[in-house]
């Protein structure tokens, strides 16, 4: 997952294997606790944290074989790299696809598209809401940086009249005669 993109909160600072490694270990994990759950639980919440650690697996599988950065040409297109990626995602794929039916028959037709659902509606959300942050950042910046302008602009203007007022008062002072 990147940042800049899965959904937007998380960031992995990993190489591409050893995320994707991680995220495999994470599908399983996460179908293992579900598969667990699924029959003892009363309601879909109590398993919401298996199923998230589902997908975030399931993405940093796919990250891991989008993301070649720091990879050698021989590492990103060796029969061993490529073979490892597409395994990997289709065993994910086919661990979310049980656990879409196991969450189904437990809990009903359509369940699993709801959680979804739900799930793409709260990143859009969070999404904006950074972006919303980012730009209010932005603005209350600007007007600090406009604010120092007009204060720098104000404080110029009044040195120039004290020192006008001063030439002046000098001036005059020298032309009666008393300086």
Request: aromatic share 4%; net charge negative.
């Amino acid at each position: 997952m990147a940042v800049s993109d899965i959904e937007e909160g998380y960031a992995f600072l990993v190489e591409p294997i050893s995320t994707a490694l991680a995220g495999i270990a994470l599908v399983k994990a996460s179908v293992d606790g579900i598969k667990s759950a699924l029959g003892t639980a009363k309601d879909i919440s109590a398993i919401a944290g298996d199923i998230d650690a589902l997908l975030n697996g399931q993405q940093q599988v796919q990250a891991a074989s989008n993301k070649k950065g720091g990879m050698g040409i021989a590492d990103q297109f060796g029969v061993e790299s490529v073979a490892k990626e597409i395994i990997d995602a289709r065993l994910a794929a086919e661990q979310v696809a049980e656990v879409r039916r196991l969450t189904d028959h437990r809990f009903g037709a359509g369940t699993w598209q709801s959680i979804l659902d739900e799930r793409a509606k709260r990143i859009r959300e969070a999404r904006e809401a950074h972006a919303k942050a980012r730009r209010e950042a932005a603005l209350s910046q600007q007007e600090m940086i406009d604010n120092m302008k007009i204060g720098l602009a104000v404080l110029a203007l009044a040195c120039v009249v004290i020192g006008l007022f001063i030439t002046v008062m000098v001036s005059t002072a020298k032309a009666i005669g008393i300086g």
